[in-house]
């Protein structure tokens, strides 16, 4: 067992003709078994984009160069060595296991070869996510900037190619908590609930060739009372009278929309469309096909549908309850921070990331709080599969308050920020059925204009539930209650309105030696020592938890998936080497 994640001693990097300081951490303390199935020339090789399929795509994952120069810096002109992307320069997985710091920039270099048959086309360039500020370069030319450190953007790449080799160039800035950005628990000094840095690159980097006109993004709405399905189709490019064709297979009967280019391919069969829920986690797959005026096939994409509905309704005895798909249904799941020894943000296979909800689903959950995190693309994708529920956090940002103080303040450019990075994740999450509530703040970590935020999720989608803060300060607005409560669940009053909630409690912990981020300073809520013991307390735990329920208690959110680094409460070991409870008992609790 190695020691606790430490410092190195300083390293010097060369960038250019300037000498910056680096600091190295050591190798983590822990990995997954997953670890070891990484390997440099096929690293996370699964179809990035579940949702908008393509055949063809060109992964650009795995070792490229590194720098880190003090901010404002031109490009290195020498490299410091080799970094795997898509892990954070932090993770032991980049090879790297390094600090940046806000007062530096890294720097990302590789070469690729132009796409077959480019010419004539558009390439499009990738990113599954990087934090924070991005900029892009290829063959010197500056293709594009980004800021938001959770969501996915591309840049389009073509005016920039050449034949043959080309050379790509990425610069990243990241203040961390040093800053008002958006960043979870990220911290630049990790300790208690607070976590190590992510910096730079953290999703999948990729590209595709699309024609001239193409299809851009997809929306899909659903109306579960009208039995209708409706995809909006944004298309990019010239696209005068050119139209869309949709082609389903829904009950084992086909299925046919047809549509002008700016207007929503729909569809109301005759018969009832097979309803998502998490027992019956039933998707239907659909192509779209973009046609020029002639008829010929321009463009082409897959991608699927859930149908569901989620709503708060009074169940027979006057209680607001969560409603799926006409149905009272009590949702409960863990709180999933998604945070990875090896990898940090980034689990190190995508069988891995599978693996965590594969072992939710065995506990017996129904849902999932994904907390103050934005996963890729495929972590939803899996939860479509298997039927998880998810409650989706806002990666919290900028200042705090406790339970008894006003919302914050923030300046013009961190309010405009949030909005922005709150508006994309919501957008760019939008098609996945698996979620069924919007939670903007934590514990009122940034909490900002509360009454107006929970309005602005609405507006941005009106088909799920808006929770307006997860635990302390509740401005009576929303769809929820939402009470935090360790480590026992409880439930202080009902409301007219609103269903309530335990957004957290639990908590529960066993350090288990040998599966340890650090020796010292490891803690839960309330520590046991044996697994039998724990499986005890949990046991009771939630037949408290079923006694509430008949008080009225709507859904509970467990404390937590996983340990992370010091945080020992997790249902199995951060490693994800031990589930620490016997699981026939928890599963049957």
């Not at 300081?21 to 440099?40: C, E, G, L, N």
């Not at 050449?162 to 911290?187: F, I, S």
């Not at 989608?461 to 009576?476: F, P, Q, Y």
């Not at 639990?506 to 809520?525: A, C, R």
Request: proline letters at 5%; a negative charge; hydrophobic letters at 35%.
């Amino acid at each position: 067992m190695r020691t606790r994640r430490a410092w190195r001693t300083p390293m010097w990097v060369l960038s250019g003709l300037m000498l910056s300081p680096m600091v190295s951490y050591a190798a983590a303390p822990i990995r997954t078994t997953w670890a070891d199935q990484v390997k440099a020339d096929n690293v996370l090789p699964e179809y990035p984009r579940p949702q908008m399929t393509r055949p063809a795509w060109t992964n650009l994952n795995g070792h490229w160069d590194y720098a880190i120069t003090p901010r404002g810096t031109h490009k290195p002109t020498s490299w410091a060595g080799k970094i795997l992307v898509p892990f954070c320069i932090e993770s032991d997985l980049s090879g790297v296991a390094g600090r940046v710091g806000p007062e530096n920039e890294l720097w990302y270099r590789r070469t690729f070869s132009a796409p077959g048959g480019w010419k004539g086309r558009r390439t499009l360039l990738h990113f599954g996510a990087a934090d924070w500020k991005a900029y892009a370069y290829v063959n010197g030319k500056r293709v594009g900037a980004h800021q938001g450190g959770y969501d996915a953007f591309s840049f389009d790449i073509t005016d920039a190619l050449q034949d043959g080799d080309n050379e790509l160039v990425v610069r990243v800035w990241d203040p961390t908590d040093a800053g008002y950005q958006p960043r979870g628990k990220q911290t630049l000094n990790p300790n208690g609930i607070w976590y190590t840095a992510v910096t730079g690159i953290w999703g999948t980097v990729w590209m595709e060739t699309v024609p001239q006109t193409f299809i851009h993004a997809l929306r899909i709405d659903t109306d579960f009372a009208a039995n209708t399905l409706k995809v909006d189709v944004e298309a990019a490019g010239e696209a005068a009278g050119y139209s869309l064709e949709l082609d389903t297979m829904i009950g084992g009967l086909s299925y046919h929309a047809k549509a002008k280019v700016g207007e929503p391919l729909t569809l109301t069969p005759e018969t009832r469309i097979p309803a998502w829920s998490p027992t019956e986690p039933t998707h239907h797959d659909f192509t779209i096909e973009l046609k020029d005026a002639g008829g010929n096939t321009i463009d082409h994409v897959g991608s699927y549908f859930g149908f569901r509905s989620i709503e708060i309704r009074r169940d027979d005895a006057g209680v607001n309850r969560l409603f799926l798909n006409g149905e009272s249904l009590f949702q409960y799941g863990p709180l999933d921070q998604g945070w990875w020894p090896d990898g940090l943000y980034t689990a190190p296979t995508d069988e891995a990331l599978k693996y965590d909800l594969e072992v939710t689903k065995r506990l017996g959950f129904n849902m999932v709080r994904k907390h103050v995190k934005v996963e890729p693309a495929r972590w939803y994708h899996w939860c479509d599969k298997l039927g998880l529920l998810v409650w989706q956090d806002m990666p919290s940002g900028d200042a705090y308050i406790n339970s008894q103080q006003p919302d914050i303040k923030r300046t013009a450019q961190s309010g405009y920020n949030f909005e922005r990075e709150l508006r994309r994740m919501i957008e760019g999450l939008f098609n996945h059925p698996c979620i069924v509530m919007w939670v903007p703040y934590n514990e009122g970590w940034g909490q900002w204009e509360t009454a107006r935020i929970v309005e602005f999720v609405r507006g941005l989608d009106s088909t799920r539930l808006v929770d307006n803060t997860s635990g302390w300060a509740d401005r009576n607005i929303g769809d929820v209650l939402d009470i935090h409560s360790y480590p026992a669940p409880r439930i202080d009053k009902l409301d007219d309105t609103r269903a309530v909630v335990n957004g957290e409690f639990g908590g529960l912990g066993l350090p288990m030696k040998g599966h340890l981020w650090q020796e010292k300073d490891n803690w839960g809520y309330r520590t046991y020592e044996t697994q039998a013991a724990l499986t005890d307390a949990y046991c009771n735990m939630l037949g408290d938890l079923h006694r509430l329920v008949g008080r009225g208690v709507a859904a509970a959110v467990y404390t937590q998936t996983t340990d992370v680094e010091g945080e020992v409460n997790g249902l199995m070991t951060y490693d994800r080497g031990v589930l620490k409870m016997d699981e026939a008992r928890a599963a049957a609790a």
